[in-house]
């Protein structure tokens, strides 16, 4: 069975039987804690009802500006560095930097074919003096790169 004192809130929003609530009733009379507990939430809820409220007549801009008079926070102070203008202005740093980027040469691919073409005419130097490539096939070149670039 529960303790008496955790059946408070239960009191409070009328979730009692009227079994229980004889009970905790009885219980509150013999507990201080829960009669103080009572009073306290009563108070509380007599000053509620009584309080009278009224809206601010704050317009957005006034609400606005008062959010930036708090001073030394880092929020506010980074706010205050990111004005429109500063913004743009960097975005078109941005901008300017990618489209610089974008547009410069890309490392230069060598193709399977001229590299092919480099290594003929540089046989065709070192092997007779003359351009070797048009007489040697490509079985003697695989054979000369086996070799080392040695011809025998």
């Known amino acids: 069975m529960k303790k008496s004192c955790d059946l408070f809130n239960q009191y409070r929003d009328g979730m009692l039987n009227p079994e229980e609530r004889r009970e905790y009733e009885s219980h509150m009379s013999a507990c201080g804690e829960c009669r103080g507990r009572s009073s306290l939430l009563n108070n509380l809820a007599q000053v ?61 691919q060598i193709s399977t074919d001229s590299e092919y073409e480099t290594l003929m005419n540089q ?3 070192n092997s007779t ?24």
């Open 48 to 108: 509620i009802r009584n309080q009278e409220l009224r809206e601010p007549n704050l317009q957005p801009s006034q609400v606005a500006a008062r959010a930036y008079e708090r001073l030394g926070s880092w929020d506010v102070c980074l706010l205050s560095w990111l004005k429109p203008a500063t913004a743009w202005a960097g975005l078109a740093l941005l901008a300017v930097v990618i489209s610089l980027l974008w547009t410069l040469p890309a490392a230069q």
């Open 129 to 152: 003096g003359t351009n070797a490539s048009a007489t040697m096939t490509d079985d003697a070149l695989e054979l000369w790169l086996e070799q080392g670039g040695t011809i025998q």
């Open 123 to 125: 046989i065709g130097t």
